[in-house]
DNA sequence: AGGAGAAGTATACCGGGTGCACATTTGTTA
DNA sequence: TAACAAATGTGCACCCGGTATACTTCTCCT
């Protein structure tokens, strides 16, 4: 569905790309709040007017990718293995993703994709806005979750469990990452931590706190 | 704490109070957006300038004294009976929060706080904002755990899970009250359903997802 | 070949937020 | 009581993110 492409097309995405890197690596250069989008229109040879045709904010320069996956959570228990429960689905999946050292599970070594993530965390309008795009997530989450559980409530409180344990084994190992250890190193640790996760999701946390 | 007031302090407080309550009834008027803070200086009597000197954003003139709470759980962890739990501390907690209408239930029938409310979740500059105090709140919740659990990722995810929780039941309230449930209808339920997601987190979700 | 419509530009504008120099007020000390 | 230092408030100019408008340039289709 992404080869309709006359030369308009190609255009197009060349610009949008040419944007998005020119304003990524003067982010990772300078940091995020001393680069103006003027900046940016500059480095792309294009006039600021056209940054904001193709991304609706500066903040979407560097989101625009990581907004893609907000449903992936709400795919996996949409589509999982017959038989399979959604919290099994959910944790296979994770672990999956710190296997390819995906971007979400904060695992990676691919240092454009680390400093990326850095540069996220490290600038609260960025956190900021990528928490708004997880909320969306966890919407589409509560809806799948829904469509198999027709509780009034309880979809909703798995899915905010859900969703917040995901993002802090993710933060958790971005953590360790950024600190130097390195994704090989740090794999079978995360793993077994996200299995421990999943576990207290399935069992519940009150054998330590209730 | 709060009186080594001479006039100069008594005048400060007075401004403070001055220009928040001018920037809250203009925005419950006319909406965050159509007001600029230009608006709240005059509607105040002071100038823009002296807006940003008490309120270092536009999003604080509503959100500070939210931001005052945001250590709450932390601090009922901290501070809870000897023997009992913490989750059985924060669920006693907030169920009193229901029969108090405290706002961060989402359950209060005050005009005030209910229009204030609706306000924040309805304006995403704000609820953005929000997320980022719920965020410093969730923190000082992993710490408060940490200091009976030395498990090095137990009490982070704990903490995620609760405060997601806690916020998913008061959307909920909100929701209801918002589309005009009253408060003491809603009591009983909101009741419940606090105690049952609490349940959920004592004894897990694999009952139903696992 | 030529026209409809998309893509890009220049310019001016708005509102949030800051730096700076100056005026006013308050607390203190002589 | 006079006078000075510090705190507080003001006005102004400025930067930046984001939008509206009107205009030019390009691509596609017939």
Redesign the interface.
Same mark, same amino acid.
């Given at each position: 569905m992404d080869e309709p492409s006359g030369l308009r097309e190609r255009k197009k995405q060349r610009t949008h790309q040419a944007i998005s890197d020119a304003a990524i690596a003067l982010f990772l250069d300078r940091g995020f709040d001393a680069v103006s989008v003027r900046d940016v229109a500059e480095a792309a040879e294009v006039s600021k007017r056209t940054v904001f045709k193709y991304f609706p904010t500066k903040e979407d320069l560097v989101l625009h990718r990581v907004a893609d996956h907000e449903d992936e959570s709400a795919r996996v228990v949409r589509y999982r293995e017959p038989g399979q429960? &959604? %919290?099994?689905a959910l944790l296979a999946h994770f672990v999956a993703g710190l296997w390819n050292g995906d971007a979400i599970t904060g695992i990676s070594d691919n240092p454009q994709v680390r400093q990326v993530y850095e540069l996220i965390t490290g600038t &609260?309008a960025l956190?900021? +806005?990528l %928490? +708004?795009y997880a909320?969306r997530g966890e919407a589409a989450l509560t809806t799948a979750?829904a469509e198999v559980?027709f509780?009034p $409530?309880?979809p909703? #409180? /798995?899915a905010? =469990?859900i $969703? =917040?344990?995901q +993002? /802090? #084994?993710s933060? /958790?190992n971005q953590r360790l990452i950024t600190s130097g250890t390195r994704a090989a190193a740090r794999l079978p640790d995360a793993i077994t931590?996200a299995e421990? =996760?999943f576990a #207290? %999701?399935?069992? !519940?946390?009150?054998s /330590?706190? !209730?």
């Open positions: 429960s &959604p %919290l099994d &609260p956190a900021e +806005r %928490l +708004r909320a979750l559980d509780d $409530i309880r909703a #409180l /798995t905010a =469990a $969703i =917040a344990v +993002r /802090t #084994l933060e /958790t931590e421990r =996760a #207290l %999701l399935r069992d !519940g946390f009150g /330590t706190y !209730g």
